[in-house]
């Protein structure tokens, strides 16, 4: 297994590794920003108990988990968080999402991580498929999964309950095979 302070995978601008105890204030920040809050389903506000539990969970997590979110820190080259990317491994397949720092949003960091975080999971995890679930007025989160080569597959009616708004959300699910991620590089 990989020592949890190496990164698990690189590019030349980014690079994606486990969270320690000093990312959780930044951490902290950014999971109370409302705008990037708004399509994610961490409690809100979220609580220093909230932070602490998270590091806890993620400290007995690795990639090599199944069945639970594993978190990961979106690091530049000049040792800026940008944000984190999630995986869940379900048999051969994967379930991912990415949250990008609002400050940095719009500059791609976005699709370069999520390219690096499907690289990671087709190529040193070996898995099949992966899905991510995209709520419909996210508009910004659709044009990402079809940068990188996502297809939209499902339109789901009322599908999960967004506690803050009170009320069903419909949300669209995109996908990737691992033969069609190869035949993009």
């Known amino acids: ?20 105890e ?3 204030d930044i951490l902290m920040k950014y999971r109370n920003d409302p705008e990037i809050a708004r399509f994610q389903g961490w409690s809100f506000p979220f609580t220093p108990q909230d932070g602490l539990q998270f590091f806890i969970d993620m400290q007995s997590r690795s990639i090599f988990s199944t069945n639970d979110w594993l ?7 000049e040792n800026q968080i940008l944000g984190d990317c999630a995986i869940r491994v379900v048999g051969e397949q994967a379930e991912v999402g990415i949250t990008i720092r609002r400050e940095f949003q719009g500059q791609g960091y976005a699709t370069a991580a999520l390219q690096l975080l499907l690289q990671l ?9 992966v899905i991510t679930i995209v709520d419909v007025e996210n508009v910004s989160s659709q044009k990402l999964m079809e940068r990188v080569g996502m297809r939209k597959e499902a339109h789901t009616i009322e599908s999960y309950y967004d506690r803050r708004m009170e009320m069903w959300r419909d949300e ?13 590089l």
């Open 121 to 129: 999971v087709f190529t040193k995890l070996k898995l099949h498929r």
């Open 71 to 77: 978190q990961l820190v979106i690091q530049d080259t």
């Open 1 to 20: 297994m990989t020592p949890k302070s190496d990164p698990l995978i690189s590019s030349d601008t980014l690079l994606l590794r486990y969270f320690t």
């Open 172 to 184: 669209f699910q995109y996908a990737i095979l691992a033969t069609e991620f190869s035949a993009l």
């Open 22 to 24: 000093h990312d959780l």
